[in-house]
């Protein structure tokens, strides 16, 4: 084989490979994305990965605190909505787990820390205290993680996450207006969410979802690095043959 054959094979071998290797981020990947994993259903990335774990973590104390509240509410409103969000967010709990089981993405089993402490705060409550804090921390989580599910569904690139956050974006907006509607939501509700207890000031950053439950963005896998080192060293070569001076024939 020539050398500039050679160079050429190389070259087409390395720009084939590098957009496959999982855990790489590509140029034209969304910021904030994270690294490319490839799953039976096409490729997430990080931030598609977390939508998962947020709407599931949502489902385990949404659903509970919209049931309980035909019990604690005194509201006829409060009811209302409250087994409106307990349905919807049972649909949405059997689509994320069925998608995140097909893509193979760990999904929590329990709420986190704030959501435990805003059950805590309700289950403390009856009657028109309780109305008030149903109202208000569940209006200030779906206005929190609405963004979120913007985003992804604006930037995926993989076409059963863009379906899922569609369907999330549409629920989102109709459990905002629902809860808006007891006339119950204040300043609280419009605002980050913070754990029950703390301070204003220690509002939960962009979503409720701690660190501690978000999934590791990682890099790329030691094997993936060997891979494309191996790849451009052959690349390298092949192109120091294609540029190697040689004799003239005499």
Sequence with gaps: MSAKRFAAVA???HLLLLPALPGVAHADDPPGAGPVEQTPLGPITAQDKDLLVKVRLAGLWEMPMGEEAQTRGASAR???VGAQLASDHAFLDERVVRLA?????PLPDE???DQQSW????RSRTGAAFDDSFANRLRAAHGSIFPVIGTVRSTTRNEAIRQFAQVCNQIVLKH???LESTNMVTDMGLSKPVAAGAAPGNAVNADPVRASAQLPSGGPSPLAVLLMCLVGAVVTIGILRLLRPRNNVK
């Design 11 to 13: 070259l087409a071998l």
């Design 78 to 80: 409060v009811k209302e």
């Design 101 to 105: 089981s097909q893509m193979g993405v």
């Design 111 to 113: 709420a986190n820390a």
């Design 119 to 122: 059950m805590a705060e309700m």
């Design 176 to 178: 905002m207006t629902l």
